[in-house]
């Protein structure tokens, strides 16, 4: 571009070079038209400094003119790679939060999400839906600054030939780069979004889950307090009465209206009052159809007081065939079969490999009183438990001893979470009563 100038500089018709020799002398060179005769001549009588023609005042103006065209088409070009520069950064970071490896791709949804949280383009918020805002607006000022590329064109000026030829195709090939580099990165983009739309999904489907988690919860603490106000009113609370079983007959039983859940481990606690021989008998039995024998708390004859898990069998060191109160609790596990035996707060007993591994099936009948040949019947008198029973409660965990002792002594109150001890779930028969009692008045009483 500077060669063309200069080339105009000595091209421009009527201009004028002076030079001035040593002894100060002024020489003037003039453009002489072709086939007129060379040669200079030297007239003292002209003015040794010419004034300026108004052609020569134009040319230098358009000279001038050319010079800034070409300064201000330099600093386009500087400032157009300068876009190109930040885009190509941009893009660069994109395309690096885009590669997956083959580990990260086994990861599943939960590392899916962490890469999502990724601020990979530098200025995308965490939010989802501030995201897909933000991704529109980055959109419309990349393509914004497309046009606004597309749209410069070098000014109409009187430059030469030369230089548009060696300008024109460089806004060309800009356009072409930034046309594939913008349609890469707004694919990049729009699969963030389809992303972040999955996972707004997602985020929709677990809080309703939790939802509904949290209603069954309430509609469970809701039944319990209806069940709590229909209760019978003889009794000062709900609580506060026993169970009485006065004949070994096969007719004489109760029977808890509440099945109980598949678990895993168990804790069964209740008063218990009898003086029966030989053997008190069957407490409670738990049966459901395939097995009778699911959980069995028996005495029968001059056996020692035994637990039976799926119709295995472990003995218990327990006595509480003296006619007064006492309370028993038992703790089961399925791991390793692990099981436990308390009496009046103190723990009598502990063995292992009862049932291991066997999880208690669901939907099955709990009686209390009677043993279970089929389930809810064909009960055997010789079975049957005579006494008094009260405060059956049964959990779906093994409760901690300090827990057990506080049951025992009367200075906790803590109802089954799985089968609590509440008039409306006890159903009597045969013959059987129920009458209210306040446990630890009696007991005291007794002793």
């Not at 930040?86 to 939060?97: H, P, Q």
């Not at 959109?139 to 548009?164: D, F, H, Y």
């Not at 069964?268 to 708390?297: D, H, R």
């Amino acid at each position: 571009m500077l060669v063309v100038v200069v080339g105009l500089l000595f091209l421009v018709s009527g201009r004028t070079v002076r030079g001035q020799d040593a002894t100060g002398s002024r020489f003037v060179c003039n453009a002489i038209p072709p086939g007129a005769e060379p040669g200079c001549g030297y007239d003292p009588t002209v003015n040794r400094v010419q004034s300026s023609s108004p052609a020569e005042d134009e040319l230098r103006i358009t000279i001038l003119q050319l010079r800034e065209t070409i300064l201000q088409q330099k600093e386009t070009i500087v400032s157009q790679q300068g876009t190109i520069k930040e885009l190509n950064s941009k893009l660069v970071r994109c395309e690096a939060a885009a590669d997956e490896s083959p580990q990260g791709k086994s990861r599943g949804q939960g590392s899916r999400r962490k890469e999502y949280g990724k601020n990979t383009m530098g200025d995308l918020p965490r939010d989802p839906g501030d995201t897909i805002d933000q991704l529109g607006k980055t959109m419309q000022s990349l393509k914004g600054r497309l046009e606004n590329l597309e749209s410069l064109r070098l000014p109409s000026t009187n430059v030469s030939a030369g230089v548009v030829s060696a300008l024109s195709p460089l806004p060309q090939e800009l356009r072409e780069l930034l046309r594939q580099r913008l349609g890469a990165l707004e694919s990049q983009l729009l699969r963030k979004v389809v992303d972040l739309e999955q996972e707004k999904s997602q985020l929709y489907n677990e809080t309703a889950a939790h939802r509904r988690r949290t209603e069954s919860a309430l509609n469970s603490l809701l039944e319990r307090i209806t069940e709590l106000e229909k209760s019978n009113n003889a009794f000062k609370s709900p609580e506060d009465f026993k169970v009485s079983l006065s004949l070994r007959t096969n007719y004489l039983f109760g029977r808890i209206k509440k099945s109980l859940p598949e678990m895993y481990a168990f804790t069964v606690c209740m008063w218990l009052k009898s003086s029966a021989s030989p053997g008190i008998g069957t407490p409670f039995s738990y049966g459901v159809p395939g097995q009778a024998n699911e959980i069995v708390l028996i005495e029968w004859g001059n056996n020692p007081i035994e637990l039976l898990v799926n119709d295995k069998v472990a003995q218990l060191p327990l006595s509480v065939s003296d006619g007064r109160w006492h309370h028993i609790c038992i703790t089961w596990t399925t791991r390793d079969g692990f099981w436990e035996a308390y009496q009046d707060g103190e723990r009598q007993g502990t063995g292992d490999n009862l049932a291991p591994w066997h999880p208690i099936k669901p939907g099955g009948v709990i009686i209390l009183g009677q043993e279970q040949d089929i389930v809810g019947g064909r009960f055997d008198a010789t079975q049957a438990f005579v006494g008094e029973l009260s405060q059956f409660n049964m959990w779906d965990r093994v409760l901690r001893p300090v827990d057990i002792v506080g049951l025992a002594n009367c200075s906790a109150y803590m109802p089954g979470n799985v089968v609590p001890w509440i008039d409306v779930n006890v159903e009597v028969f045969g013959g059987a009563s129920k009458a209210a009692l306040e446990i630890c008045e009696d007991r005291a009483f007794d002793s």
